[in-house]
């Protein structure tokens, strides 16, 4: 297994935090409030746009494989050509042996561990909601571990089976314990100025090297800081 962290590799280039590159794929650590891709609003302002232009410089092209929520920090990982997009996304199952994330939520689950299963559903006015009716929606399960807390703010340990649209977001909500900065699900409070989840860890098999590959990435220290 090889690993990567920002230490090792990290260089900013075009206002990118990279963390590795080769001439297959490229692995940057992406900040809060900046979009992965596009949307009709901003089309310029978006991770997508910074890989592009840093890429363009080499004669290289760079497509997206998975994207975070433009208020989740971490690590998100970028193809070179169109067949290796397609290999990731075809068989990302396989593929993608760990997606870990870091959440500091207000007050504190009931239980130290655990595991939310249930169904997403999503409005028109694009809130995703849970049902507990198996089948009614798409299948997301969290498992979660608490690492350390106070009487105000929990830091979580999260890693995810399925990587459905704001799934970690709303299964804090439904523990009753939201996620920091989260106003859309339920948050109350907002210290830092931001949402209070990073995509921290990322173990892959390269599909052409066939070698398990580990990213990571640090805690940042604000999470750190609301739950001494």
């Known amino acids: 297994m090889i690993k990567f962290t920002c230490g090792d590799i990290m260089r900013k280039s075009e206002k990118l935090n990279i963390i590795y590159e080769d001439k297959d794929i490229l692995v940057v650590n992406k900040p809060s409030k900046l979009l992965t891709i596009a949307t009709d609003n901003e089309?310029?302002?978006?991770?997508?746009?910074?890989?592009?232009?840093?890429?363009?410089?080499?004669?290289?092209?760079?497509?997206?494989?998975?994207?975070?929520?433009?208020d989740t920090s971490g690590i998100v990982l970028f193809a070179k050509n169109e067949k290796l997009k397609k290999l990731f996304q075809d068989n990302w199952d396989n593929l993608v042996k760990l997606r870990e994330y870091v959440a500091v939520v207000e007050g504190t689950p009931k239980k130290n561990s655990g595991v939310v299963r249930s169904w997403l559903k999503e409005t028109k006015t694009l809130y995703v909601y849970s049902s507990d009716k198996m089948g009614d929606g798409k299948e997301a399960i969290t498992h979660y571990r608490k690492v350390m807390g106070n009487?105000?703010?929990?830091?979580?340990?999260?890693?995810?089976?399925?990587?459905?649209?704001?799934?970690?977001?709303?299964?804090?909500?439904d523990l009753g314990t939201p996620i920091v900065g989260d106003k859309k699900y339920d948050s109350k409070t907002n210290p830092i100025g931001r949402m209070t989840l990073h995509a921290n860890k990322l173990v892959v098999v390269h599909p052409i090297t066939n070698k398990e590959m580990t990213f990571e990435t640090d805690v940042p220290n604000s999470f750190i800081k609301l739950c001494e």
């Open 43 to 70: 089309k310029e302002r978006t991770l997508f746009h910074k890989a592009i232009t840093y890429v363009k410089k080499k004669n290289q092209k760079i497509f997206i494989v998975h994207r975070l929520d433009k």
């Open 151 to 173: 009487n105000k703010y929990t830091m979580l340990d999260i890693t995810i089976d399925t990587g459905r649209k704001n799934q970690i977001r709303v299964h804090m909500k």
